[in-house]
Nanobody, 124 residues
């Protein structure tokens, strides 16, 4: 059974950092493409960063502040977020592309499995 579980969210002050984790089960990351999305209240879900099955990275937002990585041994994808801003406040989701060996995509409709999300709140 395919499952994605996010963790690592929380409350942080502007300028702070968080590292989000996306623990995957039921499949291996070396055949799957994972993207972090976020959704702020009243806004559409948007792609943040993607790591494809080969380990290649794509950034859709602020590549200077966000870093995506993964551990094949732990079957986990990470999103390191630095210099956080108030506008980064959102629920962050990780998602798996519908098909194996697929390239990165910033579009939510290309993803068939989602985690439950983790709340990130940036506030002073």
């Amino acid at each position: 059974q395919v499952q994605l579980v996010e963790s690592g969210g929380g409350l942080v002050q502007p300028g702070g950092s968080l590292r989000l984790s996306c623990a995957a089960s039921g499949f291996t990351l070396d055949t799957s493409t994972i993207t972090w999305f976020r959704q702020a209240p009243g806004k559409e879900r948007e792609g943040v960063s993607c790591i494809d099955y080969r380990g290649g990275n794509s950034y859709y937002l602020d590549s200077d502040r966000f870093t995506i990585s993964r551990s094949n041994a732990e079957n986990t994808v990470y999103l390191q977020m630095d210099s956080l801003k108030i506008e980064d406040t959102a629920v962050y989701y990780c998602a798996r592309r519908r098909y194996t060996l697929a390239s990165c995509s910033p579009y939510a409709y290309d993803y068939g499995a989602w985690g439950q999300g983790t709340q990130v709140t940036v506030s002073s």
